[in-house]
């Protein structure tokens, strides 16, 4: 039963990640046929520091599983969810204070892929 709880978890956050992507990879086209191929990789940039945290948090989340490894999948839900918000800070910082890529397209991709995260469990409400 356990592994059938940590393989669904596993199987949305992957659904999350593709539907990341997806949205990411729509807007960076957008911007680059509106603006040019900076904007694309600002978009880029923004939306995988969103990206890169969820994966490692959902990695870490659904590491266990089960009755018996309750107190084990808490401790990993809260070190997954630390990991994710400072690997989303310094990811951020380190974006936007060593490139030069347009802030508009980083900021963009940023909140177009957090919205999508957030929009997750109204879009995947009939996968469980």
């Known amino acids: ?3 059938t709880l940590t393989n669904t978890g596993k199987q949305l956050a ?3 990640l593709r539907a990341q992507a997806g949205t990411l990879f729509l807007l960076a086209c957008t911007f680059s046929l509106v603006k040019s191929y900076e904007y ?3 978009v880029v940039g923004g939306g995988l520091t969103v990206m890169i945290p969820t994966a490692l948090f959902a990695w870490r989340a659904f590491a266990t599983g089960g009755a018996r490894a309750a107190q084990q999948v808490v401790s990993n839900f809260f070190a997954g969810e630390a990991l994710k918000i400072s690997l989303t800070v310094v990811l ?8 030069s890529l347009p ?3 980083v900021c963009s991709g940023y909140i177009a892929v957090l919205i999508v995260q957030w929009l ?3 879009l995947f409400l009939k996968s469980t």
Do not use: N, Q
């Open 120 to 122: 997750a469990p109204i």
């Open 92 to 99: 951020l910082i380190a974006l936007l204070l060593l490139t």
């Open 1 to 3: 039963m356990s592994g």
């Open 40 to 42: 694309f990789w600002g």
């Open 103 to 105: 802030l508009v397209a």
């Open 14 to 16: 992957v659904k999350l």
